[in-house]
């Protein structure tokens, strides 16, 4: 049988704050091991193996995570940072020595890339690379940084990108094809029906509270809002966390005073997530910079529909399937617009595109293509 070595920095460890970044890779890696065997090479607190079926997961400690705000700016993290390297190549070196997969996907380009590229070719293996916003759109600026962006990604067999303009912008750097591979994760499904414009609306978002995800955007826009709009909400609910804690909760507080049924939470695990989702009449997704953030198929899957800002591939989705409400622009007042238009409309319209859209976004059915591609030699 097939066996595949995925290489990652992300991968939950069921703590909160971790499960949105590396539930959708547990989830991915469950359902490739339906397919193929599975071993995950995994960035995490401490040294451990373990085995379920075909999958198994191979935790390698690092000083510090997310290894995401490791800064390579910052003299005082240039010692994790070589740490950090040295210690996924070794436990990848490990598994090649122990029990030599066929091939290697690494996510995402670095360090996974980086990781992979230097294993594979002293044990003479095949790699493929997945690429997130963040290699390309951050990484992808610092001139050094950038050299080896691109020589990972042109000695990948394959390339992936989680969305399809990231998926043009790597082929751009890399000078070589690259496939659009959506992250999606498997939520429990089964909520209340959502509900129509006759009624009030719940509203909630869930994510980062970093100014890439908007969520200033997000609590100025509800300031924005009028009597008559707060009449049509029966809750904002705000859940995630991130550097602008402060900032939510003050805003959170004066909409309160203002008599506002506004909440704010934490981090919440998938189970949690999907609990809101299903709750929620419309999730709000106010980026300023984004992909296809996961969020996005978490709606689809619970059939909830998208107040969103244009940006990224959001409006080639919304061309495709009228899943929401789309901002003409990434600022509070447009957001507001769009929530607004969004209270009057009857949510059971976008039904049937949101059916469709799901379809695009099925775990099982990306997983399919993408051993399909796998097992299909290039030419």
Not at 67 to 80: A, D, E, I, V
Not at 217 to 238: F, K, P
Request: charged share 25%.
């Amino acid at each position: 049988m097939l066996h595949i070595a995925l290489i990652t920095t992300s991968y939950p460890e069921h703590t909160p704050g971790t499960e949105a970044a590396g539930s959708f890779v547990e989830d991915f890696a469950r359902e490739l091991s339906r397919h193929v065997r599975v071993t995950v090479v995994a960035a995490s607190t401490m040294d451990s193996f373990a085995t379920e079926g075909r999958l198994s997961v191979k935790r390698f400690a690092v000083p510090r995570l997310p290894l995401s705000l490791l800064n390579p700016l910052m003299p005082t993290h240039w010692k994790s940072i070589v740490q950090s390297l040295r210690a996924g190549e070794s436990a990848l070196e490990e598994l090649a020595d122990r029990d030599r997969p066929d091939h290697i996907l690494a996510l995402w380009v670095l360090p996974s890339g980086y990781w992979a590229d230097r294993v594979a070719r002293r044990h003479q293996l095949k790699y493929s690379v997945w690429a997130l916003g963040s290699d390309i759109w951050t990484l992808g600026k610092v001139p050094l940084v950038r050299q080896i962006l691109r020589r990972v990604l042109r000695r990948a067999e394959r390339r992936y990108a989680d969305g399809i303009q990231l998926s043009k912008d790597v082929e751009t750097l890399g000078g070589l094809p690259c496939d659009f591979l959506p992250s999606t994760r498997l939520l429990p499904t089964g909520g209340p029906a959502k509900r129509s414009v006759e009624r009030q609306f719940n509203l909630a978002f869930l994510g980062r509270w970093h100014k890439n995800k908007g969520t200033d955007l997000l609590v100025d826009a509800l300031g924005l809002l009028t009597d008559q709009d707060w009449d049509r909400i029966s809750e904002v609910r705000i859940y995630g966390g991130g550097p602008m804690h402060d900032l939510v909760h003050q805003a959170a507080h004066a909409l309160k005073l203002q008599g506002r049924p506004v909440m704010v939470g934490g981090y919440l695990d998938k189970d949690a997530a999907a609990t809101l989702i299903n709750w929620a009449d419309y999730l709000l997704l106010p980026s300023r910079i984004e992909s296809i953030p996961v969020i996005f198929s978490d709606a689809m899957q619970l059939h909830t529909p998208i107040i969103a800002t244009p940006v990224g591939d959001l409006p080639r989705l919304f061309d495709k399937h009228k899943v929401g409400v789309l901002a003409t622009r990434a600022a509070a007042s447009e957001y507001a617009d769009a929530i607004q238009r969004g209270l009057r409309q009857n949510v059971s319209d976008f039904g049937a595109a949101i059916d469709l859209a799901a379809k695009d976004f099925d775990l099982a059915f990306v997983i399919r293509e993408f051993v399909s591609k796998l097992e299909t030699p290039l030419t």
